[in-house]
């Protein structure tokens, strides 16, 4: 289970660190890097099934699955939204309300799941999702995306 531990831990603080290069692509307004970074980002849904299913049989409370589900909806939300379907929904309101409760939704669990590997874990975990989350909201400001 320890291991499980760190690497929720590490793959929660990488997809934090994806984001916030990939807020400072878009804010320096270089597309083809946003749009890599999003895809390195997606790939981060192999290790959350991965413990997702270990979590099976290691009698893991129902938060922890829920923390690890919410961000499988989000990578799908995201593949579907951004990536396959292409969908502008972030030009219509209710719909960027929902992207964006999900998305801290998502990011807020993965704290969560961080917080198993211990104290150390948690404050780093959640330095990097401060930050992501300021540089979400200052991007969306200069961006309006």
Do not use: C
Request: aromatic residues 14%.
């Amino acid at each position: 289970m320890k291991a499980d531990d760190l690497l929720g831990a590490i793959v929660a603080n990488v997809y934090n660190l994806l984001i916030i290069a990939l807020f400072a692509a878009r804010l320096s307004g270089r597309p083809r890097l946003e749009y890599g970074l999003g895809l390195a980002a997606m790939v981060l849904v192999v290790p959350i099934v991965y413990l997702l299913v270990r979590a099976f049989s290691t009698n893991r409370p129902v938060l922890y699955f829920v923390q690890l589900g919410l961000m499988v909806v989000f990578q799908l939300v995201e593949l579907f939204g951004d990536y396959i379907l292409d969908i502008d929904f972030r030009s219509v309101r209710w719909m960027t309300i929902v992207y964006v409760m999900l998305f801290f939704g998502a990011t807020g669990g993965m704290m969560g799941v961080a917080s198993h590997a211990g104290k150390g874990w948690t404050a780093v975990t959640a330095t990097t999702f401060l930050l992501m989350a300021g540089l979400a909201f200052y991007q969306r400001a200069k961006t309006g995306l």
